[in-house]
């Protein structure tokens, strides 16, 4: 709470006031809000490579919407524009009542902190009849100081219950003592800057005293005085005069600046190799964080959250749907996801969960949709341009699964299982290998004796992960600072005391352990450790988790299918569907033009999600020649004749493309000779 109220206070006070305090002091207010090195040092979303336009493209056409509530305050957010006209609107008002009435027209673009000032204008209207805004202000100018009397009186009583609670000594009684006479002789209506001074006083007292609780007690102080100096504020003037037009333009322009709409980051942090777009994000002026760190955690304590984002969301939404942003359904749907992602479900948002977000959603799935107009991912036998290995299509698919539900013994599955080996994904051989060993020495064996084991070998498999992971905690523990160490140390403890035992009953609590490693592998501050190990502490775990998961089938399905193993060789089948991949993703706006299309197999079209495709061969080099496999067939499938003619330039496009996005890392060839 404490640096998160004193910058919003302090605003252009500060520059002026700073002479006195010295380094340390420095360092004993402010030890929370040093910038810190990190990936995103050098500006952010202009460093993406191929995407920069497109960000810069995005910002400006989302900065231009209206009627946005701060995702955080839930204020309605101006632009600079709009403050500006709503002023001079202000201005040319003459009747305090025509105000008063004004003010209530517009409230909802006053900041909480100000929301009295509204309140204040009717009752001060009302109760001194006031005829012009003037003579309204002068009322509520003194009003203010009556207020911040009040709260200065709370800052004594807070001084005193201070020193009972935390047993000061003595002397510093005195100096609580001392402080109480100083804070009694201020007077608000004659002092310039009455925060400064409360600040100074409470400031130079707590540093003198010897009481371990002084950050605590200043804090608390400070926090009684905060609102009254904020709305005092308001009633500040630079010049002597409070009676002419300027000096309510100078009220006006600070009642609405502070919500004034500023695009900012999410997150700090964020994969560059993921889409800037949706790290983006509106927020008035009040709640932008002094220094870019996690939006929603600086925030985590403010009431209302989830509502105000919701509705943040839901006005982007109308604006997208009234047409005033382009192929941007992707944006609300996606800020749903890694809001939630980002703060462990504790705003948490279903895309169904109100009518607006229900129509985005269904806009963004058609635009998806509208896309998979791609001829190849029609043909069987096509092999996936990620993993190379052969997918099915739709029609296969229903074929597939009808042969599984006409099985009716484990034998039978198990022949199913041997007869289309080469359409199951090798990721999976280990159960089919197990399935059909099984059967083989034992032809009665039952369903659930193989799902049984099933579990275990899963079981057994993620633990062996956790321990090549705690082994290699171990190992790199010994090569890092004291406090990177101690990070790495806290994985080892929580890794062994809570997910080392893994249950063959129900899935790996995934989730809870790729938290653990956010908070400790990916909180190391080196960063050459992060960048080289850090994903490996998750990425073999997520695959054995995945894989694991088919093994737990929904009870609903499977009783639609008739039995547990069923759906899971079914899951398996699942996995190998032919798929359109955008290469560029769609929701990092993609190409919607068949160079930026591949067929990919279902299970490597969901891993990749919107990595970029550098970065996807980064993780995984095969993709290189598993494209040009890929490439192979759709060559031969063009000189059979077998594709529409448009589908010719596709090599060509596509390998272009493919070339550019991997900067030259993949280099895909080919020869087209005239139709056989
Ligand atoms: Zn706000
Ligand atoms: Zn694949």
Not at 268 to 289: A, F, H, M, Q
Not at 391 to 401: A, D
Not at 661 to 676: A, P
């Amino acid at each position: 709470m404490f640096t998160k109220i004193i910058p919003n206070v302090v605003g252009n006070i500060q520059a002026v006031n700073n002479l006195r305090e010295s380094q340390d002091k420095d360092k004993f207010f402010n030890n929370e809000t040093k910038p810190k090195l990190t990936s995103n040092l050098g500006g952010g979303i202009f460093r993406i490579n191929f995407k920069g336009n497109e960000v810069v493209d995005f910002t400006n056409e989302l900065k231009n919407l209206e009627n946005i509530h701060c995702p955080i305050c839930g204020v309605k957010m101006l632009s600079q524009k709009s403050i500006q006209s709503l002023v001079t609107e202000g201005n040319r008002i003459v009747s305090a009542k025509s105000f008063v009435n004004w003010l209530e027209k517009n409230e909802e673009y006053v900041p909480e902190k100000y929301k009295k000032f509204v309140a204040s204008a009717k009752r001060n209207s009302q109760e001194f009849n006031t005829r012009d805004v003037e003579t309204l202000l002068s009322k509520m100018r003194e009003n203010s100081y009556i207020f911040t009397q009040n709260a200065l009186d709370d800052v004594k009583q807070t001084l005193v219950e201070m020193g009972e609670k935390y047993e000061v000594s003595d002397a510093d009684k005195v100096l609580l003592d001392e402080c109480f006479v100083l804070i009694d002789e201020i007077n608000p209506a004659r002092e310039k800057n009455v925060f400064h001074s409360v600040k100074q006083i409470v400031q130079e007292t707590v540093l003198s005293m010897e009481n371990e609780h002084v950050q605590e007690i200043y804090k608390t102080v400070m926090n009684k005085f905060v609102p009254a100096a904020q709305y005092q504020q308001l009633f500040v003037d630079s010049s002597a005069d409070h009676k002419n037009i300027a000096y309510r333009q100078q009220v006006l322009q600070k009642l609405f600046s502070g919500s004034y709409m500023c695009v900012d980051n999410i997150i700090n942090g964020y994969s560059d190799e993921k889409d800037w777009r949706i790290n983006t994000i509106l927020v008035c002026k009040d709640c932008k964080p002094p220094t870019v760190t996690h939006l929603f955690r600086y925030h985590k304590e403010r009431a209302n959250l989830q509502e105000n984002f919701t509705k943040y969301v839901e006005d982007v939404s109308s604006n997208i749907l009234d047409g005033k942003m382009k192929n941007a359904a992707f944006y609300p749907v996606s800020l749903l996801g890694l809001v939630s992602r980002i703060t462990g479900d504790n705003i948490s948002v279903s895309k169904y969960s109100t009518p607006i977000l229900k129509e985005i959603s269904k806009k963004h799935f058609d635009e998806m949709k509208a896309d998979i107009n791609f001829d190849i991912v029609n043909h069987r036998g096509v092999p996936c341009a990620s993993c190379g290995e052969i997918t099915i299509t739709h029609e296969q698919k229903l074929k597939l699964y009808d042969d599984i539900s006409k099985t009716s013994t484990t034998e039978e599955l198990s022949d199913f299982l041997k007869k289309n080996k080469n359409v199951i994904n090798s990721r999976y051989a280990s159960i089919v290998n197990y399935i059909n060993n099984a059967v083989q020495s034992n032809k009665n064996i039952t369903e659930n004796e193989i799902i049984s084991h099933l579990k275990e070998m899963a079981a057994e498999e993620i633990k062996k992960h956790l321990i090549e992971n705690l082994r290699m905690a171990q190992v790199l523990k010994s090569g890092l600072k004291p406090k990177d160490a101690a990070l790495l140390q806290q994985y080892i403890d929580n890794v062994n005391n809570q997910f080392l035992d893994v249950s063959t009953k129900r899935e790996f609590p995934y989730r809870a352990y790729s938290d653990l490693v956010k908070q400790t592998i990916f909180a190391v501050e080196d960063m050459g450790f992060r960048t080289r190990y850090g994903s490996d502490f998750k990425e073999s775990m997520r695959k054995s988790y995945v894989k694991q998961t088919i093994l737990f089938p929904l009870k609903s399905t499977e009783e639609k299918v008739g039995s547990p193993l069923k759906v899971i060789v079914q899951d398996m089948i699942k996995g190998s569907i032919a798929t359109v991949d955008h290469i560029v993703a769609k929701d990092r706006k993609g190409w919607n033009n068949m160079a930026n299309y591949a067929v990919m197999c279902k299970n490597c079209n969901n891993e990749k999600t919107n990595y970029s495709l550098l970065h996807w061969y980064d993780l995984h080099h095969s993709v290189a020649k598993n494209m040009q496999k890929y490439l192979n067939k759709v060559v031969d499938m063009i000189q059979k004749g077998e594709l529409p003619d448009e589908y010719e330039k596709y090599p060509y496009v596509f390998a272009r493309c493919v070339n550019t996005l991997t900067n030259g890392r993949i280099i895909l060839r080919f020869r087209l000779n005239e139709k056989k």
